[in-house]
């Protein structure tokens, strides 16, 4: 324990259950003992928050309130110092999330739930479409594929900000494949489109065009689901 209670990263980081018998965890500049609880017994709580460290992200999107802290006895204060990857931000992002922490970690995952549902409801209006033949159910999908072309941009222009944030901007394999699959996902949302703008009667007839047609926005859903699988990879790496 360092002086007066003070605690560095590194001080904090020792006492995981392992390195340390004792069980600390921070939130918002706050050092919690937490060796004592059963939820915590493992120097784990819940199968994905670790012991050790800064906990004020995570307890921000747990289902409870930070008043289940109350219960927690208090052991110091964690020294401030900034993170490994905000070191060359400007100094007006740096100030912004040293007064909003939550600005951290909430942009992009709020915001990728929107091209998320509506890609995933794109082939299943077509799916409805060709089992009643009914004309507003090929609109619906339409007008998904319109509101999914901005919201999909607005996830791929916050999630650099997330990885510049939260990664340091390094360039790992998950990053990559993210980057490379968001932008098949904007090139088929752009070509399905503007080939629909292009021959509105498309579907209502039977070619190669309709059936390659199909196939693209039937591809939309595997897109989709790789960048999910990968986000959620990211998010909870345990």
């Given at each position: 324990?360092?002086?007066?209670?003070?605690?560095?990263?590194?001080?904090?980081?020792?006492?995981?259950?392992?390195?340390?018998?004792?069980?600390y965890f921070?939130?918002?500049?706050?050092?919690?003992?937490?060796?004592?609880?059963?939820?915590?017994?493992?120097?784990?709580?819940?199968?994905?928050?670790?012991?050790?460290?800064?906990?004020?992200?995570?307890?921000?999107?747990?289902?409870?309130?930070?008043?289940?802290?109350?219960?927690?006895?208090?052991?110091?204060?964690?020294?401030?110092?900034?993170?490994?990857?905000?070191?060359?931000?400007?100094?007006?992002?740096?100030?912004?999330?040293?007064?909003?922490?939550?600005?951290?970690?909430?942009?992009?995952?709020?915001?990728?739930?929107?091209?998320?549902?509506?890609?995933?409801?794109?082939?299943?209006?077509?799916?409805?479409?060709?089992?009643?033949?009914?004309?507003?159910?090929?609109?619906?999908?339409?007008?998904?594929?319109?509101?999914?072309?901005?919201?999909?941009?607005v996830g791929?222009?916050?999630?650099?900000?997330?990885?510049?944030?939260?990664?340091?901007?390094?360039?790992?394999?998950?990053?990559?494949?993210?980057?490379?699959?968001?932008?098949?996902?904007?090139t088929l949302?752009?070509?399905?489109?503007?080939?629909?703008?292009?021959?509105?009667?498309?579907?209502?007839?039977?070619?190669?065009?309709?059936?390659?047609?199909?196939?693209?926005?039937?591809?939309?859903?595997?897109?989709?689901?790789?960048?999910?699988?990968?986000?959620?990879?990211?998010?909870?790496?345990?």
């Amino acid at each position: 324990m360092a002086e007066q209670n003070i605690f560095t990263r590194e001080e904090l980081s020792r006492h995981n259950g392992k390195e340390e018998p004792t069980v600390y965890f921070a939130y918002q500049g706050v050092v919690y003992d937490a060796s004592g609880s059963k939820l915590w017994k493992t120097g784990q709580h819940m199968r994905r928050h670790e012991s050790g460290a800064d906990l004020t992200a995570d307890l921000s999107a747990a289902p409870h309130g930070a008043d289940v802290l109350e219960r927690v006895p208090r052991v110091g204060t964690l020294r401030p110092e900034k993170e490994p990857s905000e070191e060359n931000l400007p100094p007006f992002l740096a100030s912004l999330l040293e007064r909003y922490p939550k600005l951290r970690r909430h942009p992009h995952p709020m915001t990728v739930h929107f091209p998320l549902a509506y890609t995933l409801a794109i082939p299943l209006f077509y799916v409805l479409f060709l089992a009643t033949g009914r004309a507003a159910f090929e609109a619906t999908a339409f007008y998904l594929i319109a509101l999914d072309i901005p919201s999909t941009a607005v996830g791929m222009v916050t999630g650099p900000y997330a990885w510049w944030v939260n990664y340091g901007a390094k360039l790992s394999f998950n990053i990559k494949v993210k980057m490379s699959f968001s932008a098949i996902l904007m090139t088929l949302l752009l070509v399905l489109f503007f080939w629909r703008i292009g021959d509105p009667r498309l579907l209502f007839g039977s070619s190669g065009a309709r059936t390659g047609f199909l196939a693209l926005s039937f591809l939309l859903p595997f897109v989709v689901g790789v960048l999910g699988w990968i986000g959620a990879k990211m998010t909870f790496p345990h």
